[in-house]
């Protein structure tokens, strides 16, 4: 299946393209690089349509673009650390964001240490196997890391609390090791993946 890497739709519109719902359903940006760049919107939407895999591009009212692709592509490896923000090591209960965060990060690694163990297939990462309602929403978190970046005030403490939240719940609700007698399949590949780049995101230790 065709994606379409951030990368390229920042590099037609000039600037990272913002995430847009939920992503449960639909994998959306919006961005108003036309209105920035002073192009004519339809302009830009058809060099966008142009990239392989986008499935379609909005021009609505105000000149933005929505742009929607069939899976959120290579945000995978595109993930980078984020500086971790002086939180109290202490308490080590859910109210503590810090506790949230490292927990995440913790659990992350576990888990790459986990697909070892029981011999997860490491080969092709295949993206649009992310289709899972909890593994989106940690996909739509990941989204936003390339405009945050861009930000002079990009609100890091509250965006790691959301991205390890997401991860918690797909954690728990979507295992990305094999449990039981379930044999590894390529969908645990693509998962575990997906925890190394959360990983890779959040700060933390390797066990907590």
Not at 67 to 89: F, T
Not at 108 to 122: G, H, I, K, M, S
Not at 157 to 175: G, I, K, N, S
Request: net charge negative; no cysteine.
């Amino acid at each position: 299946m065709a994606t379409v890497p951030i990368i390229g739709l920042t590099t037609v519109l000039g600037e990272p393209p913002a995430p847009d719902g939920t992503w449960e359903h639909e994998v959306a940006y919006v961005s108003a690089a036309a209105l920035r760049r002073r192009v004519p919107p339809d302009e830009l939407a058809a060099r966008v349509r142009e990239l392989a895999g986008v499935t379609s591009v909005e021009v609505r009212p105000g000149g933005f673009l929505r742009i929607v692709v069939p899976v959120p592509g290579e945000l995978v490896e595109q993930a980078e650390p984020v500086p971790e923000p002086d939180w109290p090591d202490f308490p080590r209960t859910w109210d503590n964001p810090g506790f949230v965060v490292r927990y995440a990060h913790a659990r992350a690694r576990a888990v790459q240490r986990w697909a070892r163990d029981l011999e997860v297939p490491q080969g092709t990462f295949r993206p649009e196997l992310l289709d899972d309602r909890a593994h989106r929403a940690v996909l739509r978190v990941l989204a936003e890391l390339p405009g945050r970046r861009r930000s002079q005030d990009p609100g890091w403490e509250r965006y790691l609390v959301r991205l390890a939240l997401a991860y918690h719940d797909a954690h728990e609700q979507a295992p990305a090791v094999p449990r039981g007698d379930e044999e590894p399949s390529p969908v645990h590949t693509a998962r575990v993946r997906l925890a190394q780049a959360v990983a890779t995101v959040l700060p933390g230790p390797e066990r907590l």
